[in-house]
């Protein structure tokens, strides 16, 4: 892809955004809300954090990606969800405390994990005598600047000065939805002619992803008797993932190289928006009646 380094420093800005504003409706007790649902979260940071890799690389398989393409499919299955999952189980009304929970705890855990299946993808599809596998601890530490730091800020912010927090929130999920837009639709515009003609073979593969993760979600959720709205924000955690934070990954160091690996992240970062309200529009279609007993079991 074009200007690399230029779409590199606005995806760090607007990352780091996004996570502020996330952080600003955060508190400790999100972190630690695996005691009252110890199943449902469970639950999701397996389905996250082991599921969706594994099925990105069955996915890569089984269509035979080329590599570059592989290692992004890879990278986004590696992320965490993000402020998106969270506006999406809302509008599927979903648990959106513990679509909260999830993201806050996978953002934190993928930290140290997406070094590890990154690394593992460029040893596994590109050919490694030609490129050398990302250094982990300095990625460690740029995915902890643009994510921990500004949710940590953000939730310093709402516990010392809730108002001034309440006040931020919102004008800064603004900002960041629209930085990210201008910013996606930059790199389209700019790699135009590349992205469409990559767009049915990556499209097909991108769009498999996002739409077995969120199936497969929301069925093993039932398998193990979580209730509807546990089972649809498991499904949107699985199936929505922050797609800004993969585009950043995506253009560090020695994968800044490689721009084939953006297109995987890039077309994702656009399809899940249409994807979420599709499933949103499902999930409330069949959602049970408020007295109906399959939303306790």
Known sequence: MKDIQTIQLALSIAVAIIMLGMGLSLTIGDFIRIKKQPTAVLVGLANQLILLPIM????????????????????????????????????????????????????????????????????????????????????????????????????????????LAVKMEKPVKIVSSILLGSIITGAFVANKEELLDALPYVGSATLALNVITMAVGFFIGRLFKLNYKERVCISVECGIQNGALALFIGSMG???????????????????????????????????????????K
């Open 56 to 163: 990105g690389y069955m996915l890569i398989i089984f269509l035979g990606l080329k590599a570059e393409v592989a290692v992004g499919l890879m990278l986004i299955a590696a992320c965490p969800g993000g402020p998106v999952s969270n506006l999406y189980c809302n509008l599927a009304r979903g648990d959106v405390a513990l679509s909260i929970t999830l993201t806050a705890l996978t953002s934190m855990i993928t930290v140290f994990t997406i070094p590890l299946v990154v690394n593992q993808a460029l040893v596994l599809f590109m050919d490694t005598r030609d490129i050398v596998p990302i250094n982990f601890w300095q990625t460690v530490f740029k995915i902890l600047m643009v994510t921990v730091v500004p949710v940590s800020i953000g939730m310093i912010l709402y516990n010392y000065f809730p108002a």
């Open 254 to 296: 020695v994968m800044a190289n490689y721009p084939g690996v953006l297109m995987a992240p890039a077309v994702y970062g656009i399809l899940m928006f249409f994807t979420g309200a599709i499933f949103a529009a499902i999930a409330n279609y069949f959602r049970p009646k408020e007295n109906d007993d399959r939303l306790v």
